[in-house]
């Protein structure tokens, strides 16, 4: 990129940012000294989304102390100046100060100094600090990212009080020049993942970044697999404590989530709120999450392979029960599934578009009248109705949507290749998925933790919440092997 | 290939188990013989093969950067070396070819009568490529997670079975002639355990190749005695004559479990994670033999002919065995035979030659650093 | 990274094709259970007869009723695939055998075509190996058109029969499982399951009596068990789940009869060579519950309680060696597979005894020795108080 230093004429450099900016009605320059009719100081910024009410109140406010402003202690003025708007940074070149500007940011000029001073006002209106609408605790913080990265930066600063606690900074986006931060803790951080995910974040090309996901899908290991690789959340708490497991958190400027790299599979599956639970419970939890993992990615194939393929293995009564459900029904088993899971994804996306006082009444039409009048029509058959609301609801108690959306999406083929040939089609597609989900890496850390000879410890707490004081964590100082760095 | 990642000997050793556990209940074909006594012949075929195993360690510490196909051709000298490993190549596609065979065949025998084998192993070799293109250590880690899912589900499956044992299995015991007992040790050899020697090829991958017989031997072990705690429930369960006659006991044994008054036949659940299992065999016997061609051959793309081994496996799949009783005639009586050349006696030679030349060996690798 | 999506179509592409001839499929919609299978065999011209009982939904109401309707079929055939396909002319529904629990074979076809019938049995996918094998006197097909006195299905009727018949022992079934791997046994018999009509005086119906037993030796019907012999077997066969056999027994002791609910028979077997030949001693243990009797009874001396446990015991004696008489005259079959304990336990002597096993068993003296221990008394001790 061309750089454009700034000289020391700020006339010059006035001239630069007008043609730069032109045809922008926000732009604004105002001069605070002209000598000879040309301006030695000034400063430019764009209205509205800089903080124009303080600005001028502290330039009042300068003023009204009359005393300072005289010849020969104007540059003590202007400094004074600056100190009251905040902490100011030295820019060098035209398009720093451009960008600058673009940020809500105000750039000083002073005549004969060959740089200018910006200063961050943002005077736009953020969302003030939420409660997490996606990422519910029973127990736990309660507050939830914003939009600003700076409200977010500072909920996990305030958490982690430690000089440790590092922030590299990027700017992500020709266009949207978005503020991209990258969190980790010095001690505990995996160098070759950070090292890694500082590349990847270099190499990103895009035009404009609006949200964590289009990062997401750009930093990503496996551009191709339906399995989310990176974790995000909306939770500082859950950042925090990433950190602290030797992650690293990557946060983005207008969006709410942050990512975290590495993640794992197991990440998908456990909410922070494991963590502030008793570990029993927790553990219960993470078991019981196991089970609706399979039952979402399984059920409806596996109700096909039972009711079509392998009929010995229904017990006799239950047997019975189908026997007298199905009968009428027109459609093979299959069919029904795929119309049953389609009217339920229908169902689904319909009651999460619509406003939220709709939502629910169309879940309640969807659920209640059209699954209890296409049992009685004999559209499909009661167990079918059972099986795919199970399969459902179990897909819902996935703490990540993204988990939850693929597990969805995966739940198609499967039924596809039960439909073929049985259990055996349901084994290899299970064994497909397997392999897929054992090839994958996350930032070069494997997808699946397995134990490989080494720190088994380490594995096991991926899958199961150990008692306080037994928690790796906790015990050792440092998450890196120092055998091996020392 | 590309992937050239250490495993562990932790991981080597669910491998060896997982590659000899498979199939290795399907037939029991030396139970069938022997009944109450294949104890013998399998802790014999099993001692046998782990020391084969210990004496291929011995030769790979000897040339420890070196793949088993250039220490074949180190030892024998270039052709001959070359000629044995084309041999090793053919008990691969011998082992993938029964494999599918067998899977096929039970399939069709006992869930799918409909379903053409050939179906039944295009999927199978389909799997296998994609599992074999995704390499060694993406194998190896859905070994590990494949083997706790199977070991609790066999765990509970045998549980169950035991209240089903209403004979004695190991009564009389030490009825069986000797040369029943050493007929008895070559098939089990040749089956389950003597597989086990194409693992040499996979040694070169180990990180610590010292210590490599700890998790090796463990593996083996376990799988002997999940292969004896299978027949003996089998037997126990069936009885001794219907065990005899049946084509796959251990499959009809599971089928007696019963929960309560009405859960029954719930090998379903066991049969589709043990068909998972069961592949491991193929899959790795498909990654060595494309990955001893391309060593064999320097091969630079070994990716690209992964499908097309696939589907030689699968092409020569279709023309083999068409009858299951010739699948059985071959297992009992060529097999065990023809399988101790590559399992038995060109290790024997090797290692042989290795003590013979061994200190010529260490001083030429002392040599050039 | 093209790659995985090439495999991806690549299997897709596969499927596709694959999806069509899916030939496994049958949809429960189809599907006419069949509960109870009767087979009966012709000797005279050399045909089967196949009945298939089976259950079907009620018409296509789509109401909430989970009523079925029960359907008896039968058809003749050369074969028994023959018989069953015959069937076929006469059924709308695809039969599925896969919950057949029961098999009744008639007199005739057990003694005449056994061999077949089970071959067919173990050989056929569908065919459970927990089914239960009986046989019917007469022919299968006419027992199976009996209903059901409890108005369930007749099939859930004769289930519960079945898994309750260790509560009286008058009463065996054996499974498939058993009866094939005993049915080649060249040594031993077996005792399963008896099927006949109860014409009982005062009904109207004819109801299904599931009683006594049905001898096997060498592959071959060879004659009914009465209630008693077929406790005999019950006591005396090793198997875990008759342990939990329970039966009634009438003793008379001081002049009063006892009635006591004997369970949890435990045996041992012990085998010597006399000099007469091989024979065997058995011993007994059992626990016994006091039911009722029919004149006061000093149940507290001990006296009297050793006296009661000691004529129950030669009660039990009594009624086994009577049994045993009878299963080695008169069948000369090894109803309760001594042979197995035999060649299980003295291997050495069996192969010496095998060849001329037919010979010896007959004349083998059995001795028992049954010991009773009365263990409950019940809620009340005796009605006259002291």
């Keep these: 990129m061309k750089q454009d230093p700034i000289g020391g004429s700020v006339a010059n450099a006035l001239n630069d940012l007008t043609r730069r900016f032109a045809d922008n009605d926000l732009f604004v320059i105002r001069d605070l000294d002209i000598e000879e009719g040309r301006p030695t100081a000034s400063f430019a910024y764009l209205r509205t989304i800089v903080d124009e009410k303080n600005l001028n109140r502290e330039l009042v406010g300068v003023l009204s102390d009359g005393h300072k402003y005289e010849e020969g202690r104007k540059d003590a003025f202007y400094i004074e100046f600056m100190n009251r708007l905040g902490s100011a940074k030295q820019l060098r070149h035209m398009e720093e100060v451009e960008q600058f500007i673009s940020a809500a940011g105000v750039v000083f000029f002073i005549e004969g100094r060959f740089m200018a001073y910006g200063i961050v006002m943002p005077g736009y209106e953020t969302r003030a600090i939420e409660e997490p609408k996606i990422e519910v605790n029973v127990r736990g913080p309660r507050e939830g990212f914003t939009e600003d990265i700076q409200k977010n930066l500072s909920m996990v600063y305030r958490r982690l009080k430690t000089s440790e606690l590092k922030s590299v900074p990027f700017q992500i986006g020709r266009q949207s020049q978005t503020t991209v931060m990258v969190l980790y803790l010095k001690n505990r951080v995996d160098e070759p993942v950070l090292a890694e995910v500082l590349k990847r974040l270099r190499d990103v090309q895009m035009n404009v970044l609006i949200d964590s996901a289009q990062l997401e899908e750009w930093i990503q290991d496996s551009k191709y697999s339906p399995f989310a690789q990176i974790l995000n959340t909306e939770r500082p708490d859950r950042i925090a404590s990433a950190l602290n497991h030797g992650k690293t958190a990557i946060l983005i400027d207008g969006s709410p989530n942050a990512l975290i790299a590495p993640s794992l599979f197991t990440d998908f599956l456990h909410p922070s709120e494991d963590l502030y639970e008793r570990f029993y419970f927790a553990n219960f939890l993470r078991m019981l999450r196991l089970i609706t993992l399979i039952i979402s990615l399984f059920g409806p194939s596996l109700y096909i392979a039972l009711t079509t393929f392998h009929l010995e293995m229904i017990p006799t009564p239950l047997m019975l029960a189908f026997l007298s459900s199905k009968a009428g029904i027109p459609f093979p088993t299959f069919i029904e599934a795929l119309i049953m899971e389609i009217a339920f994804e229908i169902l689904r996306e319909a009651s999460l578009r619509l406003p939220r006082v709709l939502g629910q009444s169309v879940s309640i039409v969807g659920a209640l009248i059209i699954g209890e009048t296409a049992v009685d029509a004999g559209v499909v058959s009661r167990p079918m109705v059972i099986v795919v609301a199970m399969t459902g609801i179990a897909s819902f108690t996935i703490p990540q949507f993204s988990t939850a959306i693929s597990l969805r999406l995966l739940r198609f083929p499967l039924m596809f290749t039960t439909a073929v040939t049985g259990v055996f089609g349901l084994s290899l597609g299970m064994f497909v998925i397997f392999l897929h989900l054992c090839s994958l890496k996350s930032f070069g850390k494997p997808y699946v933790p397995l134990f490989d000879g080494r720190e088994w410890r380490k594995v096991i707490e991926n899958y199961v919440l150990l008692p306080i004081q037994h928690r790796n964590i906790q015990s050792s100082g440092s998450n890196r092997r120092d055998d091996e760095t020392g | 290939m590309a992937d050239t990642l250490k495993i562990s000997n932790f991981q080597f050793g669910c491998i060896c188990f997982t590659y000899l556990s498979g199939f290795s209940t399907l037939f029991f074909n030396e139970a069938k013989i022997l009944q109450q006594d294949v104890w013998m012949a399998n802790v014999s075929a099993i001692v046998l093969s782990i020391l084969i195993l210990w004496l291929m360690k011995h030769v790979q510490v000897q040339y420890p950067d070196k793949t088993m196909t250039e220490i074949y051709q180190v030892l024998l000298g270039k052709w001959l070396g070359k000629a044995a490993v084309v041999g090793t190549l053919l008990y691969a596609v011998s082992i993938t070819v029964l494999t599918l065979r067998a899977l096929s065949l039970f399939y069709t025998t006992a869930i799918l009568p409909h379903t053409s084998p050939e179906l039944i192993m295009l999927m199978l070799v389909l799997t296998t490529s994609y599992s074999v293109y995704l390499g060694l250590e993406t194998i190896v880690r859905t070994v590990q997670v494949m083997l706790p899912l199977f070991l609790i589900s066999i765990t509970v499956i045998c549980l169950l079975m035991i209240p089903n044992v209403e004979t004695n299995p190991f009564l009389p015991a030490f009825h069986s002639r000797l040369p029943e007992i050493a007929y008895g040790t070559l098939l089990s050899y040749a089956f389950p355990f003597g597989k086990g020697t194409l693992l040499i090829f996979l040694f070169h991958r180990i990180g610590n190749k010292k210590r490599l017989m700890a998790g090796t031997s463990i593996g083996l072990v376990l799988s002997c005695a999940y292969l004896l705690i299978a027949t003996y429930l089998a037997i126990g369960s069936l009885g001794t004559n219907l065990m005899k006659s049946a084509t796959f006991p251990f499959f009809s044994s599971i089928q007696l479990v019963k929960i309560g008054l009405y859960l029954e036949r719930i090998e379903i659940v066991i049969i589709g994670i043990w068909t998972v299992f069961t592949l491991f065999e193929t899959i790795v016997a498909h990654y060595l033999f494309t990955t001893i061609v391309s060593e064999l051959f320097r091969i630079q793309e070994p990716k690209r002919f992964i499908l097309p081994f696939g589907l030689l496996f699968f092409a020569i799949g279709t023309r083999s065995y068409v009858r299951p009783t010739e699948l059985e005639l071959y297992n009992t009586t060529i097999l065990p035979f023809s399988t101790l050349l590559p399992t038995l006696i060109l290790p024997l030679i090797l290692g042989f030659l290795t003590l013979f030349r061994g200190q010529n060996g260490n001083r030429r690798l002392r040599d050039d650093p | ?386």
């Excluded at chain 3, 003295?346 to 009773?372: G, Q």
């Design chain 3, 1 to 386: 990274m093209m790659r995985p999506v090439r495999w991806a179509l690549l299997f897709a592409a596969f499927l596709t094709i694959a999806a069509g001839c899916s030939t496994d499929i049958t949809e429960i919609s189809d599907v006419a259970l069949v509960m109870i299978t009767g087979v009966d065999y012709d000797e005279e011209r050399g045909k089967f007869i196949f009945t298939a009982y089976c259950i079907l939904p009620s018409a296509t109401s789509t109401e909430k009723t989970d009523k079925h309707h029960e359907w008896v079929a039968s058809a003749q055939g050369d074969s028994i695939l023959d018989a069953a396909r015959n069937l076929r002319s006469r059924a709308g529904k695809t039969m599925n055998w896969q919950h057949d629990k029961f098999f009744v074979i008639g007199e005739e076809a057990a003694r005449h075509a056994f061999y077949e019938i089970v071959d067919y049995m173990t050989r056929s996918r569908d065919i459970r190996l927990t089914s239960y094998i009986l046989v019917s006197e007469g022919k299968a097909l006419d027992t199976l058109k009996n209903k059901s006195e409890t108005n369930d299905l007749l099939a859930n009727d004769l289930l519960g029969r079945t898994i309750n018949q260790h509560l009286w022992g008058k009463s065996i079934s054996l499974t498939l499982k058993d009866i094939s791997n005993w049915f080649a046994d060249p040594y031993r018999g077996f005792v399963t399951g008896r099927l006949r009509t109860n014409h009982g005086a005062g009904r109207s119906e004819a109801g299904l009596v599931l009683s006594g037993g049905s001898a096997f030796h060498k592959g071959k019907f060879i004659g009914w068990l009465n209630g008693q012999d077929t406790l005999t077997v019950y006591m005396l066969s090793k198997r875990k789940e008759w342990n939990k056999l329970e039966f009634a027994l009438r003793v008379q002791s001081r002049s009063a009869n006892v009635t006591l609910l004997m369970h949890a028979p435990k045996k041992k077997f012990h085998f010597r060579q006399s000099d007469q030949g091989p024979a065997m001693d058995v011993d007994m243990n059992l626990k016994a519950t006091l039911m009722d009797m029919d004149r006061p009874l000093q149940i507290q001396s001990p006296e009297t309680l050793e006296q009661l446990e000691r004529a129950a015991g030669r009660e039990i004696e009594e009624m086994i060696e009577g049994s045993l008489r009878r299963f080695q005259r008169d069948f000369k079959a090894d109803l309760l597979g001594l042979s197995d304990f035999i060649r299980q336990y003295h291997s050495k002597e069996w192969s010496r005894m095998k060849d001329k096993w037919d010979e010896l068993y007959p004349a083998m003296p059995v001795k028992i020795h049954a010991n009773v221990k009365l263990t409950i008394i019940g809620m009340n001790q005796s009605l006259e108080g002291n």
